[in-house]
């Protein structure tokens, strides 16, 4: 028969074998999932590049068939290193471009959005205001104390819009207003509105002012190129704005971006 003290002993021996080997085995999980983790966001990372390199190889695409076509080609797809890539390229052309526009051209989009014509009036003359250096209105009144009269505690920096988004801090702007007029917006043309490639909302615009007919003229070209790369499940778009023009720089990006 063994005696009491050394079985305890054996049992006590055991018992922290035991507790040494929860831990441990818990540390030998840890580590083991912590490589699998790691393995799959390398592998993301791998996939993610891929697939913007593919992308970008989409947009170099579309500036190649631009340069040689001067032309909108139609939506098309094209695979490279096995990621399917669709490309779409859009003029600006029939823009409207808020830090270039006149009055009577953003009072004319207004009304067709739904403003009041006497709002209307009102607000485009602000946005053109907003984008005007000094702070004096044409009244000769202050911009500042126009803007604090209505609450708010900024006024207009005399500068161009940097973003459409920006058209939102203009007195008498809302978001449904400009949530209407932004599709018909871009910053990044340099002449007025081509009736022939602007929406119904310019082309009825410019038809209020007479202008359809008109001639347009610019430094050149400019394109939105969309490229969307997919490979299963995994997607990455690519947003570029080029200009086309004459010189020794056939084409300059205006914009390059994750989505624009």
């Known amino acids: 028969m063994s005696r009491p003290g050394r079985a305890g002993s054996r049992g006590f021996a055991l018992l922290i074998t035991l507790w040494l080997l929860v831990p441990m085995s818990m540390l030998f999980l840890s580590l083991t999932g912590s490589a699998r983790s790691d393995g799959q966001i390398a592998a993301n990372l791998r996939d993610a590049a891929v697939l913007r390199a593919a992308a970008t190889g989409g947009v ?26 669709t490309v779409t390229s859009e003029s600006l052309a029939g823009y409207v471009n808020p830090n270039l526009a006149t009055v009577p051209l953003l009072r004319a989009l207004l009304v067709h959005v739904g403003v009041e014509p006497a709002p209307a009036e009102d607000l485009a003359a602000a946005i053109v205001e907003w984008r005007t250096p000094g702070q004096k209105r044409s009244a000769g009144l202050s911009k500042a104390a126009l803007y604090r009269a209505a609450g ?20 008498g702007m809302t978001p449904v207003i400009l949530a209407r007029l932004r599709p018909a917006l871009s ?64 084409w300059r990006i205006l914009a390059w971006n994750d989505g624009l």
């Open 187 to 250: 910053l990044f043309t340099d002449a007025p509105p081509n009736p022939a490639l602007a929406s119904p909302l310019v082309r009825s615009a410019l038809a209020d002012l007479g202008s359809l007919g008109r001639g347009i003229s610019g430094r050149g070209a400019v394109f939105h190129i969309r490229a969307s790369a997919s490979r299963g499940r995994a997607v990455s778009q690519l947003d570029a704005v080029i200009r086309l023009g004459p010189g020794k720089r056939p």
């Open 60 to 85: 170099e695409t579309a500036i190649v068939s631009l340069l040689a076509n001067r032309t909108v080609d139609p939506p098309g797809q094209i695979v490279i290193d096995d990621a399917v890539v």
């Open 152 to 171: 708010l505690d900024y006024s207009p920096p005399g500068a161009p819009f940097e973003t459409i988004g920006e058209l939102g801090d203009v007195l």
